[in-house]
């Protein structure tokens, strides 16, 4: 049987989802390499293909016009697309200015209108292409990645987990971080994690995005009353993440 | 002899982020030659505007996904400066060791997944395998063991979430810190002594060129400056001079090219370096001993001009931070880890920051609210610092390679090898502003 062909592509992002990758050790990275060929990886790799593929692995926002192409020509050759890591499974952290409209004199001052500093709202991968799976995260579980590519491999559909954060606390036994007087995002954050963050005693800031359906109101109630922050910090709290997801989005 | 050339580089591979290497050589004359950095810019020094001191290390460690725990760092303690936040002696070593571990990582990462492949003619770590398959699997085990060193202090490597400002969000135990400390000696030690050994063989692959130039870098007198320290800069002739981290913007300058959607620095000299080789030229006395027997061995002492060695400055730096850590987790232990609990704010205000990244030193600075919610903040990141003298390496490089070399790939791939020779990180580069602090 011949390898699945691979190949991994980055657009707007900080290219650490990859990274993740590079961090699974000789016996994962060497069996995946048994069953996969990586025809593609800029930063691993000197080749480039226009090939078919069978699995696109896409990180990064999709942040420019000017990149439309490049996505629609991937996804024309992949018969798999991958979203991994939250900039391209929902726009991550770069959404984060959405809401902003001086971002660019702001940061580029009077160069702001060279044409080559362009950056629209940000949308993940998904505003310009059909996205087949997303692994969430900022960074990705390594681990989830591989269970995902493994499942394609063997021809299952991957379970991408939507309960709240909160479950998984529950279930190893984490003190919550209402109780501590603090507040946190798991009520209505992705799981999938394992939840470290609350058990490390840092609020989950919903790296992974909202689940389907978030109840917003309810979270802005919960921050402000039970969480006690100040009005407008619980309304814009979830925006590091979820920009793209918000009901102002 | 070279007399007519047309390079066109886009999107430079086994690099971090986008790059362009553009040159034009007709009838024996450079018409052309530039680097040029098309990467999409992100606007983090806006995004932080109107959040809690608590959250900022969180958005500004998202500049870059190598260079994570060095952002953090920076943030903390750029937001620490700003609120008047002493952090404690442990808190200081442990700091040091998540460091020490983002530098390792990032080395291997470097040196081994994205250099090597150059030295034994081969265009990816993959297509290794089959002809150094050992070497490749120890550098997969050294970086999966760096990424849980740091993972042990900083929660993750990729986006550390313990590292808050004030102190740990959470500890390590002395049991896992004495863990760790063995798996050094029973793991990592033989698999460094190994790829030292390879590295050391491929070294003389590593093309010789020379330009002097400034190189700059933190430096302490209590460590070699990665964590913490003021800004040196040794010159050509083995002057230094120091600058306070707050008056960062006296020594990087940056300015505006019309080729790169990052901004360009400069201080002294038309450009400068940083990196492994701009530490390694500016705090060589301060390198572990058996960093420096690394250095002999790799043919290194200061100053070193050729950029292309800046892959080996960070080889010798990986032995450097492995023994460092031994020494500092001896030191932990010796103490005890006491649950401490992070620091609380004390004033608020302006604050300034550094450390030193893989790929060299990092700049932040802050403005906080009386509620400590950020107003504005600036970033220079080390790879803008780069470029200006990458550009420079450049225009003496094209022209000696025109007489070197007879084929235009091979200029080329000299070319490639010297902008990855600086580890660039692209992506965190394209984050600049003038910075307008309100008084």
């Given at each position: 049987m011949s390898k699945a062909k691979v190949a991994f592509f980055d657009f707007t992002c900080c290219e650490g989802c990859q990274i993740e990758v590079t961090n699974v050790g000789p016996e994962v990275m060497l069996g995946l390499l048994d069953q996969v060929e990586i025809v593609e990886f800029r930063e691993a790799a000197t080749e480039k293909t226009t090939e078919p593929i069978d699995i696109a692995l896409i990180e990064g926002s999709f942040s420019r016009e000017s990149d439309r192409a490049k996505l629609e020509a991937i996804r024309k050759r992949a018969n798999v697309v991958i979203a991994y890591g939250a900039c391209a499974a929902t726009g991550g952290v770069n959404a984060l200015k959405n809401h902003q409209s001086d971002y660019k004199n702001y940061v580029y001052g009077k160069d702001a209108e060279l044409p080559h500093l362009d950056s629209q709202k940000i949308q993940p991968i998904s505003g310009a292409i059909k996205v087949d799976y997303a692994v969430h995260g900022c960074p990705i579980d390594k681990n989830e990645l591989?269970?995902?590519?493994?499942?394609?491999?063997?021809?299952?559909?991957?379970?991408?987990?939507?309960?709240?954060?909160?479950?998984?606390?529950?279930?190893?036994?984490?003190?919550?971080?209402?109780?501590?007087?603090?507040?946190?995002?798991?009520?209505?954050?992705?799981?999938?994690?394992?939840?470290?963050?609350?058990?490390?005693?840092?609020?989950?800031?919903?790296?992974?995005?909202?689940?389907?359906?978030?109840?917003?109101?309810?979270?802005?109630?919960?921050?402000?009353?039970?969480?006690?922050?100040?009005?407008?910090?619980?309304?814009?709290?979830?925006?590091?993440?979820?920009?793209?997801?918000?009901?102002?989005? | 002899m070279i007399q007519n050339a047309d390079i066109q580089v886009n999107h430079l591979t086994r690099v971090e982020g986008h790059g362009n290497i553009v040159v034009n050589i007709g009838n024996g004359k450079v018409e052309k030659c530039e680097w040029q950095v098309p990467e999409a810019p992100r606007f983090f020094e806006a995004m932080i505007r109107g959040r809690h001191y608590s959250e900022v290390a969180r958005i500004t460690s998202r500049i870059c996904g190598i260079c994570a725990i060095g952002h953090t760092l920076a943030s903390v303690k750029t937001t620490e400066n700003a609120l008047g936040m002493e952090i404690s002696e442990q808190t200081f070593k442990l700091r040091q060791v998540l460091k020490h571990a983002e530098n390792f990582d990032s080395h291997v990462l470097h040196a081994l997944f994205l250099v090597s492949p150059d030295l034994v003619d081969?265009?990816?770590?993959?297509?290794?395998?089959?002809?150094?398959?050992?070497?490749?699997?120890?550098?997969?085990?050294?970086?999966?063991?760096?990424?849980?060193?740091?993972?042990?202090?900083?929660?993750?490597?990729?986006?550390?979430?313990?590292?808050?400002?004030?102190?740990?969000?959470?500890?390590?135990?002395?049991?896992?810190?004495?863990?760790?400390?063995?798996?050094?000696?029973?793991?990592?030690?033989?698999?460094?002594?190994?790829?030292?050994?390879?590295?050391?063989?491929?070294?003389?692959?590593?093309?010789?060129?020379?330009?002097e130039t400034e190189y700059m870098g933190l430096h302490s007198d209590v460590e070699y400056g990665l964590y913490d320290g003021c800004v040196q800069t040794v010159m050509p002739d083995g002057t230094k001079e120091q600058w306070k981290v707050e008056d960062y913007l006296k020594c990087t300058n940056e300015y505006v090219v019309p080729q790169s959607t990052a901004k360009y620095a400069k201080n002294k000299l038309s450009s400068y370096m940083a990196g492994a080789l701009a530490r390694f030229n500016n705090n060589f006395d301060q390198l572990r001993p058996e960093a420096k027997l690394a250095a002999k061995a790799l043919g290194m002492e200061p100053l070193v001009f050729n950029p292309y060695l800046n892959t080996a400055a960070q080889v010798v730096e990986v032995v450097h931070s492995t023994h460092a850590t031994i020494a500092l987790i001896d030191e932990l232990l010796d103490a005890g880890i006491k649950d401490e609990e992070p620091v609380k704010p004390t004033k608020y205000g302006q604050g300034f920051g550094s450390t030193e990244v893989p790929r060299g030193i990092l700049f932040h600075s802050y403005e906080y609210d009386k509620n400590y919610m950020c107003v504005g903040g600036n970033c220079i990141i080390p790879t803008n610092q780069n470029h200006g003298n990458i550009q420079d390496d450049f225009e003496k490089l094209v022209p000696e390679l025109m007489q070197q070399k007879s084929k235009e790939k091979e200029?080329?791939?000299?070319?490639?090898?010297?902008?990855?020779?600086?580890?660039?990180?692209?992506?965190?580069?394209?984050?600049?502003?003038?910075?307008k602090f309100v008084k």
């Open positions: 591989v269970y995902i590519l493994s499942s394609l491999l063997h021809g299952k559909d991957p379970v991408i987990p939507n309960h709240p954060v909160c479950v998984e606390c529950k279930m190893r036994e984490t003190v919550c971080q209402y109780e501590l007087g603090g507040h946190c995002l798991g009520l209505v954050a992705r799981a999938g994690c394992g939840a470290p963050c609350p058990a490390d005693g840092i609020p989950c800031e919903a790296c992974r995005g909202f689940v389907d359906e978030p109840n917003q109101k309810a979270m802005v109630q919960v921050l402000a009353e039970q969480g006690k922050l100040p009005k407008e910090r619980a309304e814009t709290l979830s925006r590091m993440f979820t920009a793209t997801q918000r009901e102002d989005a | 081969a265009t990816s770590v993959f297509k290794m395998i089959p002809t150094h398959g050992e070497v490749v699997k120890a550098a997969l085990r050294l970086k999966r063991f760096s990424h849980e060193w740091g993972s042990l202090i900083g929660g993750r490597t990729t986006h550390p979430t313990k590292a808050i400002p004030g102190g740990f969000a959470s500890l390590p135990t002395n049991q896992e810190l004495k863990t760790l400390r063995d798996r050094f000696v029973k793991e990592a030690l033989p698999d460094l002594d190994a790829i030292l050994g390879v590295f050391v063989s491929l070294a003389p692959k590593i093309p010789a060129f020379t330009r200029m080329e791939l000299a070319l490639e090898m010297l902008v990855r020779a600086y580890d660039p990180c692209i992506s965190c580069s394209t984050h600049y502003l003038d910075v």
